[in-house]
């Protein structure tokens, strides 16, 4: 079966830029969570989607959001790209969360410039 | 202090010794879960505990609820074991919100 899917795999772009990364889950699974990963503050939460809905949400500023569509399928926007905004943005789903396992897609590495 | 600690930080092994990776976590949690991620960045979720040991292959994974401390053991050491393993934590009443350590990068040697 399927993985979960993330593109693009790579993303350049320019500080004040606005960007949007896609997750799509494993056929089945409804909770679609977001992280960030940065050498200096390791791997964060971002926030968690199911069925639509926000559930929880991370320490990170307004300029980051997310939405779930009714297929499961993700995406996160970030505005008025900063350069601390380069990272690994990695998702993950899960049946629902948090008592069933999780799968990570392999990440979108944003290099802000 | 981090909510989630870990040690050591670096670890360098011999094919086929016997690792331990610590975690151990400040806050209360509903579930713990190791993780692997491989350079290139693609992470692998490992085991989910909330109580008592689990094993999967060469994996054993343990966690003391009372100790609030977790360990990872990697039985016969293989170079293909070289990752980052990670420790995550979902603290109580926050519903799904990792907190998470901050790594122990593992060499193995041939």
Known sequence: ?113 | KNEVEQSPQNLTAQEGEFITINCSYSVGISALHWLQQHPGGGIVSLFMLSSGKKKHGRLIATINIQEKHSSLHITASHPRDSAVYICAVLRDNYGQNFVFGPGTRLSVLP
């Open chain 1, 1 to 113: 079966k399927a993985g979960v899917t993330q593109t693009p795999r790579y993303l350049i772009k320019t500080r004040g830029q606005q960007v949007t990364l896609s997750c799509s889950p494993i056929s089945g699974h409804r909770s679609v969570s977001w992280y960030q990963q940065t050498p200096g503050q390791g791997l964060q939460f971002l926030f968690e989607y199911f069925s639509e809905t926000q559930r929880n949400k991370g320490n990170f500023p307004g300029r980051f959001s997310g939405r779930q569509f009714s297929n499961s399928r993700s995406e996160m926007n970030v505005s008025t790209l900063e350069l601390g905004d380069s990272a690994l943005y990695l998702c993950a789903s899960s049946l629902n969360a948090p008592n069933y396992g999780y799968t990570f897609g392999s990440g979108t590495r944003l290099t802000v410039v």
